[in-house]
């Protein structure tokens, strides 16, 4: 946990409530617009048969239940990664189409702190992509119009409350993660994207998945939704709490090669026998190119708050409240 010394909110709670709706109706339709997507409904429960939902990292665990009068096991979504692909096959979307959801997720396992917390609220995004496009170059002109929707909803956002003065540059630094790890070897996976966010303010760091030279990864994917070759998060600088702060992790997601050989890497290949890897590597579901940007965190970002409990409701430890309380920080 962070306490910035003399924190004070720059809004109160009811104007932090404005706020948010502000932030959220404001960011969506930049979002869709600059990317092309329709807004569409989604699950909050999947079933386990249907190998759909967001293992993560591969070790948290789902919280799923028995369903009265349906036979097998339900789980909360964890995110939505593969369930959007599938949406786009279902609904006929084309090249150049996308669509986005509000995502409500719960992850049991993480450990909260000012940026995490056990409910995960997101914009879920996916678009239809060509072969041709199964490229850096392309995924990195999507980041620069997705940070472009942000600098754009964070100049609405200070036009209304003048009292804030978040800035955040469009100008997005590239790197990928063994780069990163060349660049700065004795430190760890956080302390290095702390040291490159500091230095340049907005950056997208790419390739997260696989071993870097050290045998180490930079950080766990699922091996089953993004290329690893062909992702990265959107990191900005959040000067409150003086780290790096992730807000979105995309990417271009799995053809049947990499699929095959990523679910090879991790010891998964029982995975193949499930609709939706079977869609990929027939060839029946589209390439796509989508990620989760966080809708607490983006507030959280925007409205400079010390911790992600004053934008969003959540389980908190009665440990945590009090320290909050003591450091002026009013979770919700």
Request: hydrophobic share 35%; glycine share 6%.
């Amino acid at each position: 946990m962070i306490y910035p010394k003399d924190y004070k909110s720059r809004l109160s709670q009811r104007e932090t409530q404005y706020a948010i709706k502000t932030v959220k109706d404001t960011f969506q339709l930049k979002l869709s617009k600059a990317l092309n997507l329709d807004r569409v409904t989604a699950p909050i429960m999947v079933t386990k048969a249907s190998g759909i939902n967001d293992d993560l990292n591969g070790v948290e665990r789902k919280v799923h239940f028995t369903m009265k009068n349906i036979e097998g096991e339900a789980e909360v979504v964890q995110s939505l990664a593969k369930w959007k692909r599938m949406a786009l096959y279902k609904y006929g979307y084309e090249r150049g189409e996308g669509i986005y959801t509000d995502m409500n997720a719960i992850r049991r396992d993480d450990d909260t702190d000012n940026l995490h917390s056990l409910f995960v609220d997101q914009w879920d995004w996916c678009r239809v992509i060509s072969k041709e496009e199964r490229n850096v170059g392309f995924l990195k002109e999507i980041v620069k119009k997705i940070v472009k929707a942000i600098v754009q909803t964070n100049d609405v956002v200070k036009d209304t409350y003048p009292m804030l003065s978040f800035e955040i540059s469009d100008e997005v630094f590239f790197i990928t993660t063994q780069e990163l790890e060349d660049m700065y070897p004795d430190l760890t996976s956080k302390e290095r994207e702390d040291a490159i966010v500091k230095e340049h303010g907005t950056v997208f760091i790419q390739q997260i998945g696989g071993k870097l030279k050290s045998g180490k990864k930079h950080d766990g994917r699922a091996p089953d939704y993004d290329d690893w070759a062909l992702n990265g998060d959107i990191f900005a600088w959040n000067d409150l709490l003086g780290c790096a702060f992730e807000i979105s992790s995309m990417g271009i997601r799995v053809d049947a090669e990499s699929l095959h050989r990523q679910l090879e890497e991790e010891g998964c290949l029982e995975r193949e026998q499930f609709p939706f890897h079977k869609g990929i590597l027939d060839g029946t579901l589209p390439l796509t190119i989508g990620g989760g940007i966080g809708q607490s965190r983006l507030c959280m970002l925007l409205l400079q708050k010390a911790h992600i409990g004053e934008v969003q409701c959540s389980v908190w430890s009665d440990e945590m409240r009090e320290e909050c309380k003591k450091n002026n920080i009013t979770l919700l």
